[in-house]
T-cell receptor, first 112, second 112 residues
């Protein structure tokens, strides 16, 4: 049981391209989250979802789009990638308030 | 505005000694706090948490202390082991939200 699977693990693309990062969970947790990790900033929330078809913005949502048509999937799309979006992206799931979130192993994205 | 701060980017400790990692927060509404550990090329893993109704929580070698008046929490690892070498993030949340705010992380190195 993989729990949370992120794909791809590594991605290199060019500015202006659209890129989608995938996140799949097998736990049926209601909540799913996308974070980016950057030096000096720690983990910052991009978007989150409380259930299928319910999404909301986090701290740094600009330039990103999410969808959640199925409970187990939560893709993150960069519609027109910029160099400032070079980062490590983590997907996480959670069962509710005051419950730990569980993280995937991340996607390292480089935008040239 | 960094609501959760980890002012020490790095810490080195001898094996067998105590490691103390610190975290300060500014938002008095935070009522649940967590510590995560992160190894390179992996996602953060949950370590220990504490509710604001407590001032201490213990789990094996790991103890988290919460000082609400000082808006400060700390993670104690006793005894420290080389396998504890990782980046440690503190996180906080409050009633009415499912979002966590993370600190910038402290890199712990335990020397054999």
């Amino acid at each position: 049981d993989a729990g949370i699977t992120q794909s791809p693990r590594y991605k290199i693309t060019e500015t202006g391209r659209q890129v989608t990062l995938m996140c799949h969970q097998t736990w049926s947790h209601s909540y799913m989250f996308w974070y980016r990790q950057d030096l000096g900033h720690g983990l910052r929330l991009i978007y989150y979802s409380a259930a299928a078809d319910i999404t909301d913005k986090g701290e740094v949502p600009d330039g990103y789009v999410v969808s959640r048509s199925k409970t187990e999937n939560f893709p993150l799309t960069l519609e027109s990638a910029t160099r400032s979006q070079t980062s490590v992206y983590f997907c996480a799931t959670g069962q509710g308030r005051n419950q730990p979130q569980h993280f995937g192993d991340g996607t390292r994205l480089s935008i040239l | 505005d960094q609501q959760v701060k980890q002012n020490s980017p790095s810490l080195s400790v001898q094996e067998g000694r105590i490691s103390i990692l610190n975290c300060d927060y500014t938002n008095s509404m935070f009522d649940y706090f967590l510590w995560y550990k992160k190894y390179p090329a992996e996602g953060p893993t949950f370590l220990i948490s504490i509710s604001s109704i407590k001032d201490k929580n213990e789990d094996g070698r790991f103890t988290v202390f919460l000082n609400k008046s000082a808006k400060h929490l700390s993670l104690h690892i006793v005894p420290s082991q080389p396998g504890d070498s990782a980046v440690y993030f503190c996180a906080a949340t409050y009633s009415g939200t499912y979002k966590y705010i993370f600190g910038t992380g402290t890199r712990l190195k335990v020397l054999a």
